[in-house]
């Protein structure tokens, strides 16, 4: 699993990763928020908060979670053809799928600096107000990380940030003894 607060390139770091390492496959999560005018429209899968609904009460979701007033939900997992799978998810659906999996491993990404995730919640295109709001709970996402066991990763650079996340992956893989997490 792979989380962190918004702005800190979780996105485009999982993306690399999975490009570089065929092995790894991405689930690709739900979501009742509007697209932002800079996303793809594969980032998520955008619903209505109906549909959202729906397939939680039939028990579709490995986890899911409200954040600043929208739902987010990592679907049940389907046939990953026995490679990997990484999860792009928030602290408190990681905390869930943790319970559920406790040998999962949680990589927690970190911006290098406020002011650089700041920088990059702007140039995404969030309104002002989800800035300032994403910042505020980067701080508690982070010790909740902490709290969950999580390797911890400061995105300075993408390729050397997936190079550090491969290497946590790997030793994973070591330690349990398995080819795969």
Sequence with gaps: MVSGPGGV??????????EKYPELWLS???????????????????????????????DGFLEYAEFLGNYYGTP???????????????VQG?????????????????????????????RRGDPEEKVAQRVQKAAQEADA???????IITNFDIAETVELMWAVIEKARAASGRTGL
């Design 145 to 151: 990380g902490r709290e969950l066991g999580a390797q």
């Design 94 to 122: 990681a905390r869930q799928v943790v319970e559920r999996e406790p040998e999962a491993v949680l990589i927690f990404l970190q911006a290098p600096s406020e002011s650089e995730q700041l920088a990059r919640l702007r």
């Design 28 to 58: 690709r999560s739900w979501t009742t928020r509007e697209r932002r005018p800079s996303e793809s429209p594969e980032a998520y899968e955008f619903v209505t908060v109906d549909e959202f609904e729906k397939r939680r009460a039939d």
């Design 9 to 18: 390139g979780k996105s485009t770091v999982v993306k690399a990763l999975v």
């Design 76 to 90: 049940a997992l389907e046939d990953t053809d026995g490679r990997d799978v990484i999860l792009e998810i928030d």
